[in-house]
Protein backbone atom coordinates (compact mmCIF):
# COMPACT_ATOMS: atom_id res chain seq x y z
CA UNK A 1 0.00 0.00 0.00
CA UNK A 2 0.99 3.41 -1.11
CA UNK A 3 0.73 6.34 1.13
CA UNK A 4 -2.43 7.33 -0.65
CA UNK A 5 -4.09 4.53 0.10
CA UNK A 6 -3.37 4.79 3.94
CA UNK A 7 -4.72 8.32 3.73
CA UNK A 8 -7.94 7.40 1.82
CA UNK A 9 -8.52 4.44 4.59
CA UNK A 10 -7.95 7.47 7.25
CA UNK A 11 -10.54 9.36 5.80
CA UNK A 12 -12.96 6.43 5.49
CA UNK A 13 -12.46 5.17 9.43
CA UNK A 14 -13.25 8.95 10.98
CA UNK A 15 -10.03 10.19 11.29
CA UNK A 16 -10.88 12.24 8.00
CA UNK A 17 -9.57 15.96 8.24
CA UNK A 18 -5.82 15.68 9.66
CA UNK A 19 -5.12 13.27 7.29
CA UNK A 20 -6.52 15.05 4.49
CA UNK A 21 -5.15 17.97 5.09
CA UNK A 22 -1.60 16.26 5.58
CA UNK A 23 -1.73 14.72 1.92
CA UNK A 24 -2.70 18.09 0.79
CA UNK A 25 -6.55 17.38 -0.20
CA UNK A 26 -8.73 20.20 0.46
CA UNK A 27 -11.53 19.63 3.18
CA UNK A 28 -15.00 18.91 1.76
CA UNK A 29 -18.04 19.27 3.83
CA UNK A 30 -20.20 15.93 4.46
CA UNK A 31 -23.55 15.71 2.41
CA UNK A 32 -26.52 14.89 3.84
CA UNK A 33 -30.19 14.98 2.85
CA UNK A 34 -32.31 17.85 4.98
CA UNK A 35 -35.60 16.86 5.82
CA UNK A 36 -38.41 18.82 6.89
CA UNK A 37 -41.04 17.50 9.16
CA UNK A 38 -43.47 19.33 7.82
CA UNK A 39 -46.16 17.87 5.94
CA UNK A 40 -48.19 20.11 2.72
CA UNK A 41 -51.58 20.58 3.80
CA UNK A 42 -53.52 18.17 1.97
CA UNK A 43 -51.30 15.57 3.60
CA UNK A 44 -51.82 16.51 6.78
CA UNK A 45 -55.24 16.96 6.34
CA UNK A 46 -55.84 13.40 5.16
CA UNK A 47 -53.36 12.38 8.30
CA UNK A 48 -56.08 14.04 10.32
CA UNK A 49 -58.75 13.04 8.84
CA UNK A 50 -57.34 9.08 9.75
CA UNK A 51 -56.55 9.47 13.10
CA UNK A 52 -60.04 11.49 13.76
CA UNK A 53 -61.44 8.42 12.38
CA UNK A 54 -59.26 5.38 13.76
CA UNK A 55 -58.24 6.70 16.84
CA UNK A 56 -61.69 6.54 18.62
CA UNK A 57 -62.50 3.17 17.52
CA UNK A 58 -58.70 1.75 18.52
CA UNK A 59 -59.14 3.48 21.81
CA UNK A 60 -63.10 1.79 21.98
CA UNK A 61 -61.49 -1.90 21.12
CA UNK A 62 -58.44 -1.28 24.45
CA UNK A 63 -61.71 -0.35 26.57
CA UNK A 64 -63.72 -3.46 25.46
CA UNK A 65 -61.11 -5.69 26.06
CA UNK A 66 -60.51 -4.48 29.96
CA UNK A 67 -64.23 -4.84 30.32
CA UNK A 68 -64.30 -8.33 28.61
CA UNK A 69 -66.83 -6.75 25.89
CA UNK A 70 -65.51 -5.77 22.43
CA UNK A 71 -68.56 -5.05 20.71
CA UNK A 72 -69.25 -2.55 24.25
CA UNK A 73 -66.03 -1.13 23.06
CA UNK A 74 -66.34 -1.12 19.57
CA UNK A 75 -69.83 0.96 20.03
CA UNK A 76 -68.39 3.08 22.17
CA UNK A 77 -65.21 3.99 20.01
CA UNK A 78 -67.57 4.13 16.84
CA UNK A 79 -70.45 6.52 18.51
CA UNK A 80 -67.04 8.84 19.82
CA UNK A 81 -65.14 8.72 16.05
CA UNK A 82 -69.33 9.75 14.83
CA UNK A 83 -69.33 12.88 16.83
CA UNK A 84 -65.72 13.56 16.20
CA UNK A 85 -66.61 13.28 12.37
CA UNK A 86 -69.87 15.10 11.86
CA UNK A 87 -67.73 17.99 14.44
CA UNK A 88 -65.81 18.32 10.77
CA UNK A 89 -69.03 19.56 9.09
CA UNK A 90 -68.37 20.12 5.64
CA UNK A 91 -65.61 17.20 5.55
CA UNK A 92 -67.92 15.15 7.06
CA UNK A 93 -67.91 11.71 5.58
CA UNK A 94 -71.22 10.47 7.38
CA UNK A 95 -73.18 13.59 7.44
CA UNK A 96 -75.00 12.79 4.00
CA UNK A 97 -76.08 9.72 6.21
CA UNK A 98 -77.25 11.19 9.25
CA UNK A 99 -78.96 14.09 7.90
CA UNK A 100 -82.18 11.91 6.95
CA UNK A 101 -81.78 10.65 10.29
CA UNK A 102 -81.71 13.89 11.97
CA UNK A 103 -85.18 15.47 10.44
CA UNK A 104 -86.81 13.16 11.55
CA UNK A 105 -85.64 12.93 15.27
CA UNK A 106 -84.80 16.60 15.66
CA UNK A 107 -88.52 17.46 16.28
CA UNK A 108 -89.00 15.13 19.09
CA UNK A 109 -85.81 16.08 21.14
CA UNK A 110 -86.93 19.33 20.53
CA UNK A 111 -89.63 18.86 21.89
CA UNK A 112 -88.89 17.24 25.10
CA UNK A 113 -86.60 19.59 25.73
CA UNK A 114 -89.23 22.27 25.94
CA UNK A 115 -91.16 19.81 27.89
CA UNK A 116 -88.11 18.90 30.49
CA UNK A 117 -88.14 22.79 31.18
CA UNK A 118 -91.61 23.01 31.89
CA UNK A 119 -91.13 20.40 34.06
CA UNK A 120 -88.20 21.93 35.97
CA UNK A 121 -90.18 25.11 36.30
CA UNK A 122 -93.18 23.34 37.60
CA UNK A 123 -91.13 21.78 40.20
CA UNK A 124 -89.84 25.41 40.97
CA UNK A 125 -85.78 24.39 39.88
CA UNK A 126 -83.42 26.25 37.99
CA UNK A 127 -84.52 26.17 34.26
CA UNK A 128 -81.78 26.38 31.15
CA UNK A 129 -83.29 29.46 29.19
CA UNK A 130 -81.89 27.13 26.47
CA UNK A 131 -84.34 24.06 27.24
CA UNK A 132 -87.27 26.75 26.41
CA UNK A 133 -86.28 27.91 23.37
CA UNK A 134 -84.81 24.68 21.90
CA UNK A 135 -85.86 24.17 18.28
CA UNK A 136 -84.56 21.27 16.98
CA UNK A 137 -81.74 20.60 18.88
CA UNK A 138 -80.87 24.71 18.58
CA UNK A 139 -81.48 27.70 20.52
CA UNK A 140 -83.36 30.30 19.62
CA UNK A 141 -81.91 33.27 20.20
Known amino acids: MNADDNVRHDVH ?3 GEAARAEAGESSRRDQYVHYTHEMNEDTAESAARVLIRSVPVVYGLLLGGLI ?3 MVGFALGAALMLGLDLHMRDKS ?4 LVRPIVAVI ?3 VALMARGFGRLLGLLSLPI ?3 LLRA ?3 VARD
Do not use: H, I, V, W
Open 128 to 130: PAR
Open 135 to 137: ECG
Open 13 to 15: SGE
Open 68 to 70: DNL
Open 106 to 108: CPQ
Open 93 to 96: MFAP
